[in-house]
DNA sequence: CGCGGTGTGAAATTGAAGTT
DNA sequence: AACTTCAATTTCACACCGCG
């Protein structure tokens, strides 16, 4: 499970191909370095990757990797009009005041999906014009649209997924959990509010959000934290008894282990008195 | 007091097999 | 496919201790 928040990218530039023009070359296989999400606009026309042929429709959205072999073709009568993005992505995280950079092979995503609503093509025709017209800040706005594109993509995948049901108690847990964030929840609460059997939820919850029960409630609760200690003028075990420890040297550990920095430390480097 | 190492019972997670 | 049950294993949350 990839954490969407610490995706960068890197744009490289954008194509399409909306109007009745012919194309030159009526079929092209190639292997690009670059991720490339195409989405098919109208006309008809094959794909072929991976082993598989896709007879293209309007509403398909591609992903092809780098270096993913993939052919397109075009009908010579209905030609194919598209629109397309080529970037690269890296994954970003900032932990114990250090940046760290890794390349991404790819995303989690399948090769193709099919959109029914418009919001995705409209966010992507958006950035393909940001992109083509390149007005000051375009690279700037470009990859902001990008990422709103990603994210339609996400939830495409979350509604078409068929236990849609599932994330939605696990929203409802997450609510729970900020509900209560005071206090020490368990799993036999969680998964009785959800009504699923605590060993099923301890797993639905892992494959929804890609941490565990416990590691995303001291998560939250560690965000909360640092929102205090720069908020609020409070004393850390004033703090940790907020957020529900008893032992405020363990809140003292735990913050430790998730940010890298104790909480007094985080305190001296982030707020300054006057 | 603060920090860090370690011990411990309890709870969470995970694997595997079974049920609807 | 969605979910349960049970047991094995791991992790958690705190406690206790010693050091400076």
């Not at 075009?74 to 250090?98: C, G, R």
């Not at 709103?148 to 847990?173: C, M, W």
């Not at 939820?201 to 001291?218: A, D, H, L, P, Q």
């Not at 004393?235 to 104790?262: C, N, P, Q, T, V």
Request: net charge positive.
């Amino acid at each position: 499970m990839v954490d969407k928040s610490k995706l960068y990218f890197h744009i490289h530039y954008c194509n399409h191909k909306e109007t009745n023009e012919d194309w030159k070359d009526k079929k092209i296989t190639r292997r690009i370095k670059h991720h490339e999400f195409f989405l098919v606009t109208g006309g008809k026309g094959c794909i072929v990757t991976e082993g598989k042929e896709y007879n293209l429709e309007k509403g398909m959205l591609f992903y092809f990797k780098k270096n993913n072999l993939h052919s397109i073709e075009s009908d010579i009568k209905d030609p194919l009009n598209f629109l397309s993005v080529h970037f690269s992505l890296a994954y970003v995280d900032f932990h114990e005041d250090q940046w760290k950079i890794v390349e991404k092979d790819g995303l989690k995503l399948p090769v193709m999906q099919r959109f029914r609503n418009y919001k995705v093509y409209h966010i992507f025709k958006k950035l393909v014009m940001m992109w083509s017209m390149k007005m000051p800040d375009y690279e700037f706005r470009c990859k902001i649209m990008l990422q709103r594109l990603l994210f339609g993509i996400y939830n495409n995948l979350k509604q078409q997924s068929t236990n849609y049901s599932a994330i939605v108690k696990v929203e409802k847990a997450i609510k729970y959990m900020n509900d209560n964030i005071g206090r020490t929840i368990t799993l036999q609460e969680l998964s009785e509010l959800v009504s699923l059997s605590p060993s099923y939820f301890s797993r639905t919850f892992r494959e929804v959000t890609g941490y565990s029960i416990i590691e995303f409630f001291n998560k939250i609760k560690i965000d909360r934290a640092e929102a205090l200690i720069m908020v609020e003028d409070k004393k850390i075990k004033e703090i940790a008894a907020m957020l529900g420890f008893k032992d405020e040297f363990y809140f003292s550990r735990l913050f430790k282990r998730i940010k890298g920095i104790s909480p007094k430390e985080f305190y001296s480097r982030n707020v300054h008195g006057y």
